[in-house]
């Protein structure tokens, strides 16, 4: 049986030859593609191996740390590229993530790393636990490892058929709890932008807590993209109408400037700055004069950008904004949150959590 090649990374030239070399000298024979023949627009090489090879080589690539951002080679020989990550668990919506976030990566120049974490469980019964695990765990990782491979294998095949942009793009895998770790990647790779898969409307319209997604966007503190299952974001074409849910605070200016970068290669787009003024609630509410006057400021900062406002008034701010999501055909909601402690994520939750979860439109969420 023939022992095909297949791609275990892509990086530019300075990372290829690194990585060649380091393979090499344990063993395992390489072949660097120059993928830019096939696509001018993405620079970069293909690293090639012998499928038999897989699993020793992600060993060694995993076990010495290789291009870890925390790593001051790494810093050295980094082309200064924005980064976009992507969280993974081979779920059906996972692909719509990867898509999202290499549509991005591709309409801003950045490259991406595709993030999976797997969960390691222990037996209730803790003497001997090392032993009784040990099988086990080889076993999950060389699981994990070879789910990547055919997920990288399927994004191959759309970037082939144009499906997706072609990107520089790689992997990792981390053992461990999904939410620490994945807060910990992002704290390593500095991405500007960390995308998830989210599972979109609950049947369960009361049931705010046990998302991982929700519970991510709370913990990190980069901007979150969360594409839910339902998507019908296909193409970047397909984004039209930006809804920016917004306090008319100043901290929200911030979050605008940041949603600008990321909405440049989109300047046909209309964006909605949305305030609810909730009813029964005690405080200063805004008026549409007010809203007009900061959607005035954005208009003379922000002159190729179709701004405009809105404001309703409402005892349910969730019931609300799926009100106004469909019927305005919004395609992204963008809004701040908090950093969340345990405590307030269960007895508190956010306005982002609540609408993760009723809601089928693609969350931009930054950190106020």
């Known amino acids: 049986m023939e022992d095909k090649l297949i791609t275990v990374a892509i990086h530019t030239a300075p990372k290829a030859k690194i990585l060649q070399k380091t393979l090499e000298e344990r063993g395992i024979a390489t072949q660097l593609i120059d993928i830019s023949d096939y696509d001018s627009s993405t620079p970069g090489f293909a690293v090639r191996i012998k499928e038999s090879d897989l699993t020793r080589a992600l060993g060694i690539i995993e076990g010495i740390g290789l291009f870890r951002y925390d790593n001051e080679q790494t810093i050295k020989i980094d082309d200064g590229r924005k980064r976009v990550l992507v969280a993974i668990d081979f779920s059906e919506y996972s692909l719509k993530a990867c898509k999202a976030a290499f549509t991005v990566a591709h309409q801003m120049n950045a490259k991406v790393k595709i993030l999976h974490v797997y969960r390691i469980h222990y ?15 080889t076993n999950m990782l ?17 970037i082939t058929q144009k499906e997706f942009p072609s990107i520089n793009y790689s992997y990792s895998l981390r053992e461990g ?11 390593e790779y500095k991405p500007f932008l960390l995308v998830l898969g989210s599972k979109g409307e609950s ?13 991510i966007i709370e913990m990190t503190n980069v901007p979150v993209m969360a594409v839910p299952e339902n998507s019908n974001l296909q193409n970047p074409e397909d984004v039209k109408h930006i809804a920016f849910l917004t306090n008319l605070q100043e901290k929200d200016l911030e979050s605008f400037d940041n949603l600008v970068n990321i909405l440049k290669p989109f300047p046909q787009v209309r964006v909605t700055l949305l305030h609810i003024n ?10 549409e004069t007010e809203l007009l006057g900061m959607k005035e400021y954005f208009s003379k900062k922000y002159p190729e950008l179709n701004v405009g406002y809105d404001v309703l008034d409402s ?53 106020g």
Request: with cysteine.
């Open 203 to 215: 049947n369960n319209k009361s049931n705010y807590l046990g998302s991982v997604t929700a519970d």
């Open 142 to 158: 060389d699981t994990a490892r070879r789910r990547m491979l055919d997920f990288c294998n399927e994004i191959d095949r759309k």
């Open 123 to 137: 037996p209730i019964t803790f003497p001997f636990a090392d032993m009784a695990v040990e099988d086990k765990d």
């Open 177 to 187: 709890n999904v939410e620490e770790e994945i807060e910990a990647f992002v704290e």
């Open 315 to 367: 005892a349910d701010p969730v019931e609300a904004i799926n009100y106004y999501i469909e019927s305005e055909e919004v395609n992204i909601l963008a809004l701040n949150t908090r950093r969340r402690n345990l405590f307030g994520r269960i007895f508190m939750p956010s306005i982002s959590r609540k609408v993760l979860v009723n809601t089928n439109v693609t969350l931009v969420v930054f950190r």
């Open 278 to 287: 909730v009813k029964n609630r005690t405080g200063d509410k805004w008026t």
